[in-house]
Structures are given as structure tokens and as C-alpha cells.
């Protein structure tokens, strides 16, 4: 009978942590929600220099990518108050990679990247070919689309969304000869 006694307060030390659990047993170390992602907004395209040719159109034929020429993405709320503004630079063959850091991804439809940003034209650094276009709507802000193009890391996503192409027409044009 005392052997039974003995492996019932036996069995009850063991089962005990499981009633009571050690605070000891806590790491303070480890996160207690788990890691969100990152969820970056990012817009691309290219920025052309429109030929003489086909000035007056949307047409990009003959059309030269201009190094260092300035965009603009603006984004609205959904009450039409700017909610976000900056300036990039295009690269050596007039890509941009605008990463829209501080826009925060919201749910609502109306106030999704789709709905409420635009790319617009800022300056060329080319003197010869500086004036803005409406090519793709850079004049008054082209929309942006998803291609379903998306950077996926352990913590971190970039939703990438693709304006344009836009371009900036020459200032000066010479006629071409019929001869």
C-alpha cells in the first residue's frame, strides 16, 4: 500500500510542471508573435526620349532611353489629399525603381496602389529633348498596372507595379525633305 502511495506522489511531481509551468522556463529572448513581412510597394518603367518622327503620337518607334531624367509617383488617399510624393532618377538606360518607402498597403480598394498612384514626367537632363509628352499619360500621371510581378525573402515581399513607358520630345525638330 505504501508503494502505491509512493508512485501516486511520484507521478504527481512529475505531472506538476505541466499543471504549474515554470516562468524560468520562458526564453525572454524569443519573439512572441511571430515575424512580420515587409511588404514594400515598388514602381517601374522607362523614361524615352520620343523621336522627331513620330512626335505629336504615342508612338515609341526610334525612341532613345534617357539617362538620369526625374519622375514623380503621387499618391492620393482615398478623400483626394496627397498621401505620398517623391522624386527618382532614372539609370544609365532610363529604368527607374521607384521603392515607395512610408506607403503603407492598405486593404481598401480605394486606397490600393492601383487606384490611387500615378507616375508623372518631372525633367530630361537632355536639352535637346526636354519637353514633357503625353505618352502614357506622364503628363497628367500614368496609371500604374500589376503584372503579377512580385520579390519574395524570408521576411520581406515587394509588390512591384509597372508605369508607362513615358517620354519627353524633342524641342526642336527638322522637317524632313520630300526630294
Known amino acids: 500500500m505504501a508503494s502505491n ?74 478623400n483626394k489629399q496627397v498621401s505620398f510624393y517623391k522624386t527618382y532618377e532614372t539609370d544609365a538606360y532610363g529604368y527607374f525603381y521607384a521603392q515607395l518607402d512610408g506607403f503603407k498597403m492598405s486593404n481598401n480598394v480605394l486606397y490600393h496602389p492601383l487606384h490611387g498612384c500615378h507616375v508623372k514626367l518631372v525633367s530630361s537632363p537632355l536639352t535637346n529633348c526636354s519637353l514633357l509628352s503625353n505618352v502614357n499619360y506622364g503628363l497628367y500621371g500614368a496609371p500604374l498596372r500589376f503584372k503579377n510581378k512580385v520579390l519574395r525573402g524570408t521576411h520581406y515581399k515587394a509588390v512591384i507595379y509597372t508605369a508607362g513607358p513615358l517620354a519627353f520630345r524633342p524641342a526642336q525638330c527638322t522637317p524632313e525633305s520630300h526630294v
Open 5 to 78: 502511495h509512493l508512485t501516486v506522489f511520484i507521478c504527481s511531481l512529475l505531472l506538476l510542471p505541466l499543471v504549474f509551468p515554470s516562468t524560468a522556463a520562458h526564453d525572454e529572448t524569443a519573439p512572441t508573435e511571430p515575424m512580420k513581412k515587409k511588404v514594400d510597394v515598388v514602381v517601374e518603367g522607362i523614361v524615352y526620349c520620343q523621336s522627331c518622327k513620330y512626335s505629336g503620337s504615342w508612338s515609341l518607334t526610334g525612341a532613345k532611353p534617357i539617362p538620369s531624367a526625374k519622375v514623380s509617383v503621387v499618391c492620393k488617399n482615398s
